[in-house]
Nanobody, 115 residues
Framework: QVHLVESGGGLVQPGGSLRLSCVAS????????MGWYRQAPGNQRELVAL???????NYADSVKGRFTISRDNAKNTVFLQMNSLKPEDTAVYYC?????????WGQGALVTVSS
């Protein structure tokens, strides 16, 4: 069983920064692909960024150049550094772990960007 716990959400002003963390526990290893998704009210959940075992990454066009995903395999932790935040980044951010047909989700962390 794999369990994901996010932290680091909160309220930030436009232009500010936040860092989300996701700690994975249970039967998980560094070969899992880790990612961050988000869901704003009334919208579908969308991919924000993912990082593979190799270290290769993918980002949504809307966050390229502003967000950075990274992972600490020794601590089974994945991070999302979010800079230059915009009101449209407001959403619940979910940590995701995937290996083949196996997929797990965290409970979500609310990020609100507002003045």
């Amino acid at each position: 069983q794999v369990h994901l716990v996010e932290s680091g959400g909160g309220l930030v002003q436009p232009g500010g920064s936040l860092r989300l963390s996701c700690v994975a526990s249970g039967s998980i290893s560094s070969i899992w692909t880790m990612g961050w998704y988000r869901q704003a009210p009334g919208n579908q959940r969308e991919l924000v960024a993912l990082i593979r075992f190799s270290g290769s990454t993918n980002y949504a066009d809307s966050v390229k150049g502003r967000f950075t995903i990274s992972r600490d395999n020794a601590k089974n932790t994945v991070f999302l550094q979010m800079n230059s935040l915009k009101p449209e980044d407001t959403a619940v951010y979910y940590c995701n772990a995937k290996l083949g047909s196996l997929e797990r989700w965290g409970q979500g962390a609310l990020v609100t960007v507002s003045s």
